[in-house]
């Protein structure tokens, strides 16, 4: 069947391997771009299944942020300011494979609001249950 209507995130993908699987994911379907009014943002379309599976593996809490459909079959979903820009840092630093022009937009988004070490001070953002969990196996 067509993979607009199976897809999901592939459960062969070892744990260490989810960053580079979710950033391939989102360099092909997805964005990394700053929008008309200055905000960075950062997102995902694909079946409702493997955007809701992705978004709960992000380091970040989700929880706020809606899945939204857009087609028949299309759903997104899209981070902005301080979680996109913490997703991105999650994404592409220390990174060797990505698509240069999203990662050049994260780069600007980076230089432009000096990304601050939310995950690693413990305060701001908080990573999603999923993640928690895995970081616990």
């Keep these: 069947?067509?993979?607009?209507?199976?897809?999901?995130?592939?459960?062969?993908?070892?744990?260490?391997?989810?960053?580079?699987?979710?950033?391939?994911?989102?360099?092909?379907?997805?964005?990394?771009?700053?929008?008309?009014?200055g905000s960075y943002n950062l997102?995902?379309?694909?079946?409702?299944?493997?955007?809701?599976?992705?978004?709960?593996?992000?380091?970040?809490?989700?929880?706020?942020?809606?899945?939204?459909?857009?087609?028949?079959?299309?759903?997104?979903?899209?981070?902005?300011c301080k979680k996109a820009r913490t997703v991105a840092k999650w994404l592409y630093e220390d990174a060797h494979i990505y698509l240069d022009r999203k990662y050049n937009e994260y780069q600007i988004a980076k230089s432009k609001f000096s990304v601050v070490q939310e995950t690693e001070r413990g305060q701001g953002v908080k990573p999603s249950k999923s993640l928690r969990a895995l970081q616990l196996q």
């Design 1 to 37: 069947q067509d993979k607009s209507y199976v897809a999901e995130f592939p459960s062969t993908v070892p744990k260490i391997y989810f960053r580079d699987c979710i950033r391939g994911l989102i360099d092909g379907d997805g964005w990394s771009r700053i929008d008309k009014s």
């Design 43 to 80: 997102g995902l379309c694909g079946t409702k299944t493997l955007v809701e599976q992705v978004k709960n593996l992000l380091p970040v809490d989700c929880s706020t942020n809606a899945v939204r459909q857009t087609g028949p079959n299309n759903w997104r979903f899209n981070l902005k």
